[in-house]
């Protein structure tokens, strides 16, 4: 069966730096579009950022481009995002997520993780 | 930015029909994605491509996709619905949220 599961999260002071990982299993990593995405306590979910299938194709949202860095390793399969230059307001779940894709084209995140809470605070 | 709004909180008696709508700037020509989620747990895809329905999705489970508003509709809604409910569509690159909606089966 399918199974993201995130580690990486923690308490870090505003400016700090830290990385996430989600491990994948159960399907064909290298086949899929994968994203992190987010949910701040209370508040709904945001999009963070998606990286094809091999990796050259890479969108990151305003709120946090030029300070994360999403990344892949296909034969790990293995998703990760290196999150610098943190602030307050990056506080949230963070979840790691495959997407879903037909002939249509995008059909939805079909799997997610159970996230992982990072906290930034002084 | 591209924005999809949605009712922070809506209200249906157990057996009746729940409506939750989306909108957002010809929405109607985007795919939209609805998605559950309950207390402590991860989102789940309820509705993909306006209509359709994730393997294992109960029937009562539908949506549709004009002009501006994209609508999840819930038929015979039950006591194990009650959720918050996230529509999605692409905007070009970028992939935006509406701020969801709040289900409450009373």
């Known amino acids: 069966q399918v199974q993201l599961v995130e580690s990486g999260g923690g308490l870090v002071k505003p400016g700090g730096s830290l990385r996430l990982s989600c491990a994948a299993s159960?399907?064909?990593?290298?086949?899929?579009?994968m994203s992190w995405f987010r949910q701040a306590p209370g508040k709904g979910l945001e999009w963070v950022s998606y990286?094809?299938?091999?990796?050259?194709?890479?969108y990151y949202a305003d709120s946090v481009k030029g300070r994360f860095t999403i990344s892949r390793d296909n034969a790990k399969k293995s998703l990760y995002l290196q999150m610098n230059s943190l602030r307050a307001e990056d506080t949230a779940v963070y979840y790691c997520?495959?997407?879903?894709?037909?002939?249509?084209?995008?059909?939805?995140?079909?799997?997610w993780g159970q996230g992982t809470l990072v906290t930034v605070s002084s | 930015s591209y924005e999809l709004t949605q009712p922070p909180s809506v209200s249906v008696s157990p057996g009746q029909t729940a409506s939750i709508t989306c909108s957002g700037d010809?929405?109607?020509?985007?795919?939209v994605c609805w998605y559950q989620q309950k207390p402590g747990q991860s989102p789940v895809l309820v509705i993909y491509q306006d209509n359709k329905r994730p393997s294992g999705i109960p029937e009562r489970y539908s949506g549709s996709n004009s002009g501006n508003t994209a609508t999840l509709t819930i038929s015979g809604t039950q006591a194990m619905d009650e959720a918050d409910y996230h529509c999605q569509a692409w905007d070009t690159t970028t992939v935006v949220f509406g701020g969801g909606t709040k289900l409450t089966v009373l």
């Open positions: 010809k929405l109607g020509h985007k795919y």
């Open positions: 990286i094809s299938s091999s990796g050259p194709t890479i």
């Open positions: 997520a495959r997407w879903h894709y037909d002939s249509r084209g995008f059909a939805g995140i079909d799997y």
């Open positions: 159960g399907f064909t990593f290298s086949d899929y579009y």
